[in-house]
């Protein structure tokens, strides 16, 4: 079992940047994939991107492809995402989640047992 929490949220203006991070206890996290996901109001919870427990193979959804980059840090049970060139239109909640697999990351909701709590973005315009 994981247990995941985020930070790194907050308020930025459109074109800014920010590092969320994802600490995860447990002496396994590196053999579990793990992913980042967001919830705006209103809406589903939605695939950002996920990186496999080696880190040699990352996933993006198309929104976040070529500005937010998915990274871990086995040795420090971390898991970042790097966002640049944030819009109004990523203000969301965010969450991290982990799962077990022998290979890749799973890319939906459904495919992950464990979440943190999530952190706030905000993006004014």
């Known amino acids: 079992q994981v247990q995941l929490v985020e930070s790194g949220g907050g308020l930025v203006q459109a074109g800014d940047s920010l590092r969320l991070s994802c600490a995860a206890s447990?002496?396994?996290?590196?053999?579990?994939?793990m992913g980042w996901f967001r919830q705006a109001p209103g809406q589903e919870r939605e695939f950002v991107a996920a990186i496999s427990w080696s880190g040699r193979s990352t996933y993006y959804a198309a929104s976040a492809k070529g500005r937010f980059t998915i990274s871990r840090d086995n040795a420090k049970n971390t898991v970042y995402l790097q966002m640049n060139s944030l819009k109004p239109e990523d203000t969301a909640v965010y969450y991290c989640?982990?799962?077990?697999?022998?290979?890749?990351?799973?890319?939906?909701?459904?495919?992950?047992?464990?979440w943190g709590q999530g952190t706030q973005v905000t993006v004014s315009s």
């Open positions: 989640a982990a799962e077990q697999v022998r290979a890749g990351a799973p890319t939906t909701r459904t495919e992950y047992d464990y």
């Open positions: 447990g002496r396994t996290f590196s053999s579990y994939a």
